[in-house]
């Protein structure tokens, strides 16, 4: 199985804030990767697939990047709706794999 | 719209048979590139990838649990069912399923993202 890294585990952030999260393969996913955002109490929503692609309806001021084994997901400007926790997933091999989860917190 | 909501028991016994049933709405499980698929979350704990099934009735499995795990699809109801053997108190989670859609292709593959997840549905394992 591909392992997936992320790191950090949890942050601390202000409205306005870029935050960046990033996310390692244990092995070449070439571009297969998403990011879903999971608030409390809620189901995961898809945020971004193919490293960069934004799934529709999500805000601009998310964008992903990376290719190979290293991602980056940013977030421009905080928002107080965007604080969640943050999982990656390849699907590049079976069975898909996700990240621990990245929790971004309120400073 | 797209949507899925999924249902089964909230409780069940250590050693005990579960079927989660998918219905969904929105798209058809006979259409080229389409899937739906399984994941879950222990309480406070990370997510977990179970089982795909796809139009053209191909299936993946969590190596890890294939031995345990079954998809299967009605599409006539517009359900995919997972049945999940000798459950354990470890697997008490939220199960979640999804519709998948092909997003990349190579020579060797297809590549399928889950774009709409379902609300997920709670299942405790304890006696």
């Known amino acids: 199985d591909i392992q997936m890294t992320q790191s950090p585990s949890s942050l601390s952030a202000s409205v306005g804030d870029r935050v960046t999260i990033t996310c390692r393969a244990s092995q070449a996913i070439t571009k297969y990767l998403a990011w879903f955002q999971q608030k409390p109490g809620r189901a995961p929503t898809s945020l971004i697939y193919a490293a960069s692609t934004l799934q529709s309806g999500v805000p601009s001021r998310f964008s992903g990047s990376g290719s190979g084994t290293d991602f980056i997901l940013t977030i421009s400007s905080l928002r107080p709706e965007d604080f969640a926790t943050y999982y990656c997933?390849?699907?590049?091999?079976?069975?898909?794999?996700f990240g621990g989860g990245t929790k971004v917190e309120i400073k | 719209q797209i949507t899925l909501e999924e249902s089964g028991p909230t409780l069940v016994k250590p050693t005990q048979t579960i079927t989660l049933t998918c219905a969904f709405s929105?798209?058809?499980?006979?259409?080229?590139?389409?899937?739906v698929g399984w994941i879950r979350q222990p309480p406070g704990k990370a997510l977990e990838w179970l089982a795909l099934i796809f139009w053209n009735d191909d299936k993946r499995y969590s190596p890890s649990l294939k031995r345990r795990l079954t998809i299967t699809k009605d599409t006539s109801k517009a359900q995919v069912v997972l049945t999940m053997t000798n459950m354990d108190p470890v697997e008490t989670a939220t199960y979640y399923c999804?519709?998948?859609?092909?997003?990349?292709?190579?020579?060797?593959?297809?590549?399928?993202?889950?774009?709409?997840w379902g609300k997920g549905t709670t299942v405790t394992v304890s006696s």
């Open positions: 929105g798209f058809s499980l006979t259409t080229t590139g389409v899937g």
């Open positions: 997933q390849q699907y590049a091999n079976y069975p898909f794999t």
């Open positions: 999804g519709h998948y859609r092909v997003v990349g292709a190579d020579r060797f593959n297809y590549y399928y993202y889950m774009d709409v």
